[in-house]
Every structure is written in C-alpha cells, then in structure tokens.
C-alpha cells in the first residue's frame, strides 16, 4: 500500500499570505496525484489532478508541482474561504488519501 | 450538468447489510470509471472501492474486501454498493464520485453523501 504522509499537520496564515502544503509518497507515484479541498459538510472538490493540471472552474492560486514521491500545493495568496482540509490523494497503485492538512486563516 | 445522487443510507445493526445506489445524470455513464469515497465522523476521507467502465474489474480497500461488493447497471446509470457484515468502524458519509472525463482521472464529480451508521 502507498501511504501518502502530508505536512504540516495546520497551517494557520493570515489572508494574501502565501501556503504550501506538503505531501510525501512512500514509494514512486510519478504523477499521479491529486489535492482535494474538504469543508464541513460539503463533498470534497477536486482542485489539482495529475500533480500539476488545474480542476475546471479553480481560481488561478491555487498550483501543483512535483513528481515521484515529493508533492506541494500552493495557495499564493489566501483568502478567507481558503479555510479548510487539504487532503492529497495518489493513483498511481490503487487510490489512497493522506491524512489532510488543516488551513486555518 | 454531471449529477451523482447516493441513496440507501440509514441505520444497521452490527453484522447487519445495507445496500447504497448512486444515480447518475449529465454524462455518458458506461465511459466513466466510478468510486466510493467515506468520512468517518472526526476522520478524513478514505477511498473505499473502485469499478471499471464495464462493471467487470472492481477494486477495493483491505478493510472492505470480502464484505462489501460494488457493481454498477450502465443501462440504468446507476452505481451499487452491497455492504455486509457491517461493522461499527464502518459508519461514514458515503460518497460516490467521477473523474473529470474518461481520459481525464481526477476525481471532480460527487454525490452529496449518504450516512451510514452502524450500531446497536
């Protein structure tokens, strides 16, 4: 099984700051990852696919980057309904989640 | 407009079965993979079960395999999870969801969510 570790556990910034959420893989998924958003009582939205491509409709601040097993989400300028669980997942050998990254703003 | 719409949610008694049913709508549903997603209360999102296009090869996470069984009817665009056995660790919200296109796999379309609660 890949186990997806993600970093910091919280994150708490103030609004127009920058964010950059980790997500590290236990093995090799090339790029087959993806980040979702997760607030209460909504379902998740896809933000990122394929570690890099932006979801349809997702503001320009939000980007991907990374291949193999080391993975960043960056929010560039954050505003408040950035508020939420970042959680990021692989594909690349079955589908996994890692265990989310709160952002508090 | 893609629509996912889970149903069959409620609660079981440990041991107990329950069958959930996602109807889907707005795309051509025999060319889409499709999966279920759960939250536990207080815990974050863990896939759960996968199914190719023609209902042939599932996929399933170690803590379901053997329990629950996923199917899908492409004539009726529905999407089926039996689950048996249930176990109290099994009560979530049960998503059912897409990908963004057929050749696009990033999971952008979800249902609203179906409780399951298992418990005596």
């Known amino acids: 099984e890949i186990v997806l570790t993600q970093s910091p556990a919280t994150l708490s910034l103030s609004p127009g700051e920058r964010a950059t959420l980790s997500c590290r893989a236990s093995q090799s998924i090339n790029s087959y990852l993806a980040w979702f958003q997760l607030k209460p009582g909504q379902a998740p939205r896809l933000l990122i696919y394929d570690a890099s491509s932006r979801a349809t409709g997702i503001p320009a601040r939000f980007s991907g980057s990374g291949s193999g097993t080391d993975f960043t989400l960056t929010i560039s300028s954050l505003e408040p309904e950035d508020s939420a669980l970042y959680y990021c997942q692989q594909r690349s050998n079955a589908w996994t989640f890692g265990q989310g990254t709160k952002v508090e703003i | 407009e893609v629509q996912l719409v889970e149903s069959g949610g409620g609660l079981v008694q440990p041991g107990g079965s329950l069958r959930l049913s996602c109807a889907a709508s707005?795309?051509?549903?025999?060319?889409?993979?499709m999966y279920w997603v759960r939250q536990a209360p207080g815990k974050g999102l863990e896939w759960v079960a996968s199914?190719?296009?023609?209902?042939?090869?599932?996929y399933y996470v170690d803590s379901v395999r053997g329990r629950f069984v996923m199917s899908r009817d492409n004539a009726k665009n529905s999407l089926y999870v039996q689950m048996n056995s249930l176990r109290a660790e099994d009560t979530a919200v049960y998503y059912c969801a897409t990908d963004l296109s057929p050749m696009v796999r990033g999971w952008a379309y979800w249902g609203q969510g179906a409780q399951v609660t298992v418990s005596s």
């Open positions: 199914i190719n296009r023609d209902g042939v090869d599932h």
């Open positions: 707005g795309f051509t549903f025999s060319d889409y993979w």
